[in-house]
């Protein structure tokens, strides 16, 4: 059997409706950068450790294929990943895999590597799956790979908020300004429906991250007539690293760190920002809906 057949038996088998309708109330956080290295899955797992603090009920989803830093911090070996759903009519409930306090995190496998390719079948699929996250989940973290690959493209283009994490060394603002721009010429971007927030990590100042802000913010608005918003800072902190050599994360490591801290603050922000922000009721499977329909 090959395995659009076992996709056609897991649909067949589960009576999935052509166009399910989901209620959705789950809170979807894309992290991305324009290059690799510069704090996103660290940022993903230490704002889930920081938002369940805060009472929230999390779920990174890895969407990192090949580094498995989520698990890898979470010290988690995973029996299962998307794969697992989209091929042997596994529920999400079997996927999700619980890291430290709680938070859930499902790994991408290679699942993500056919995105693009997903037949009609597999996207109603997915999306009836997904849309069990939003009982399990007030938000979803998804950590994206690095850099300007198509699917990664999609995440971000479909998503309702995105953080952007960019350093101030000059090739990390470069490259996310190429992010940025090659975002903008995607035909499913719609910048009035997607706030993105820089989180200027490893600064060595408060005026080092407003700095690297006011430049970014700055071409955003002259060169492609949009609009970034602040999140706010990661302060470089040795802590940081050295909890990461120990597989750990630095928020459970080190709670009263800099870095733990200021995770601790942003968290803080984006709660702030929860009522303000008119996608964020989007959801789930809103923003699955988007992200594969042709
Ligand atoms: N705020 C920080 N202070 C010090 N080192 C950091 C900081 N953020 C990230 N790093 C270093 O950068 C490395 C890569 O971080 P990671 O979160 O895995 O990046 P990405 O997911 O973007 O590839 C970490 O292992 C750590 O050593
Ligand atoms: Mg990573």
Redesign the pocket.
Same mark, same amino acid.
């Given at each position: 059997m090959d395995q659009a057949q076992q996709l056609r038996n897991v649909v067949k088998e589960k009576n999935i409706k052509k166009n399910p309708k989901i209620a959705s109330d789950a809170r979807v956080l894309t992290i991305t950068?324009g290059k690799? $290295?510069? $704090? !996103?899955?660290?940022l993903a797992v230490n704002l889930a450790i920081q938002l369940r603090k805060f009472g929230k009920r999390v779920i990174i989803f890895d969407a990192d294929i090949g580094l498995a +830093?989520v698990e890898v911090m979470f010290g988690t070996n995973p029996n299962y990943n998307l794969n697992d759903m989209i091929y042997k009519g596994k529920s999400l409930k079997d996927i999700v895999s619980e890291g430290p306090m709680g938070v859930g995190f499902i790994s991408g496998g290679s699942g993500i590597a056919g995105l693009n390719n997903l037949t009609a079948e597999q996207i109603n699929l997915l999306l009836h799956n997904f849309s069990e996250l939003d009982e399990l989940a007030d938000v979803i973290i998804i950590d994206t790979g690095?850099g300007i690959s198509d699917s990664v493209l999609k995440f971000v283009a479909n998503s309702p908020e995105v953080l952007l994490?960019t350093t101030p060394e000059p090739s990390s603002i470069t490259d996310s300004y190429s992010l940025l721009k090659v975002l903008y010429q995607q035909p499913d971007f719609r910048p009035e429906q997607t706030k993105i927030q820089l989180v200027a +990590? !490893?600064v060595l100042s408060v005026a080092d991250g407003d700095a690297l802000y006011d430049k970014l913010q700055l071409v955003v608005s002259k060169f492609l007539g949009g609009k970034l918003d602040y999140l706010g800072i990661?302060?470089?902190?040795?802590t940081?690293?050295r909890a990461?050599r120990k597989q750990k994360v630095v928020s459970l490591e080190a709670p009263t760190s800099n870095?733990a801290r200021a995770y601790g603050i942003l968290a803080d922000n984006l709660m702030h920002h929860e009522h303000k922000t008119l996608m964020m009721k989007k959801g789930i499977s809103q923003f699955f809906s988007n992200l594969f329909s042709k």
């Open positions: 950068s690799g $290295g510069v $704090g !996103k899955s660290n +830093n690095a994490v +990590n !490893k990661v302060p470089m902190d040795m940081l690293e990461v870095a």
